[in-house]
């Protein structure tokens, strides 16, 4: 959920073959990575700060109406 991206909830009524390709792809990437050094180049949310998204052309003007909290 958390490198994928999905909530709880729809991690949770994903088919279970599904999300065992996904932890399979996410194990990939982790191994693609390490072998590398790719750690500058992650997604991660820890590289999930406004600041960072603009330097790498990601940035968003209006959050996405999913992700949109109101308090």
Do not use: C, V
């Amino acid at each position: 959920m958390y490198y994928m991206g999905f909530t709880y909830s729809e991690a949770f009524r994903l088919p279970l073959w599904q999300r065992k390709w996904f932890i399979n792809r996410i194990n990939e990437e982790f191994k693609r990575a390490n072998e590398k050094g790719e750690n500058a180049n992650s997604r991660a949310a820890h590289t999930n700060d406004p600041e960072t998204r603009a330097m790498m052309g990601m940035a968003r003007p209006n959050t996405p109406a999913k992700l949109r909290r109101f308090t």
